[in-house]
């Protein structure tokens, strides 16, 4: 199950100090629930259905999840790196629907149309944006 985040388990917001949890996999903005996520690398099959969701919404033209919103952004927050997954969904017509992330533009100070999940491990990241793409992209960061 996903986790609400608290200062405890990730980011104190005031002095943006990061705790060094080894097993964190992504840090992320639940638009329904209106909060910042967590997942860990046991959460690895939960997370794993949001991502055949996504392939099938990319599929359908609903979502996309662009190489330069994804592979060409590397964030770091007091010596440790994110690397980015910028999911973007779209209209009827095809044109982005404007969510913004408010948890990017906060902590890493991007801002961006659509919901970023930032990974702590660059392969993790790629093997997500390869799979819901159905593309084998080697992404530069």
């Known amino acids: 199950m996903p986790r609400i985040m608290s ?32 997942l860990l690398m046991k959460d690895n099959k939960i997370f794993s259905k949001n991502t055949k969701v996504w392939r099938k919404q990319i599929k359908q ?3 996309q999840c662009l190489k330069e919103n994804c592979c060409e952004n590397t964030f770091k927050l007091n010596d440790r790196k994110f690397y980015t997954l910028t999911l973007q969904y779209l209209d009827d017509k095809g044109e982005l629907i404007p969510i913004v992330d408010p948890f990017a533009l906060i902590m890493f100070g991007r801002m961006v149309t659509g919901l970023s999940y930032f990974f702590t491990n660059k392969k993790n990241r790629d093997i997500v944006f390869n799979y819901i793409n159905r593309d084998n992209i080697e992404c530069v960061d």
């Open 7 to 38: 200062t405890a388990d990730f980011i104190n917001p005031k002095t943006k100090k990061t705790y060094a949890r080894k097993d964190l996999m992504c840090v992320y903005w639940h638009h329904n629930e209106n909060k910042e996520f967590y």
């Open 61 to 63: 033209g609903k979502l």
